[in-house]
């Protein structure tokens, strides 16, 4: 698993170099700069989502949590 995360990372940063190579080959710097931005930009864009998710899961727990809390105080109530 580990050799195999290490080898997607590599592969990962050889495409990286290749479009970075290819870009200010053909762009000069503006290219270049232009790709560090978008690559950042869709970087942000993942942790995003990935944390948009997280708060989803964080919500629905909150609202069972609640729903089991206020059914528990209904059911005191109705013991007294």
């Known amino acids: ?16 170099k290749y479009k970075i190579i290819i870009l ?3 762009g000069g710097l503006g290219g270049f700069l232009y790709m560090m931005v978008h690559f950042e930009a869709r970087s942000l864009t993942h942790r995003s989502a990935e944390i948009a998710k997280e708060i989803k899961v964080l919500i629905e727990d909150s609202i069972e949590k609640i729903t089991f809390g206020s059914k528990t105080a209904n059911q005191s109530g109705d013991t007294f």
Not at 1 to 16: F, L
């Open 24 to 26: 200010t080959t053909i």
């Open 1 to 16: 698993m580990i050799r195999q995360t290490k080898n997607m990372i590599w592969i990962h940063n050889i495409k990286i």
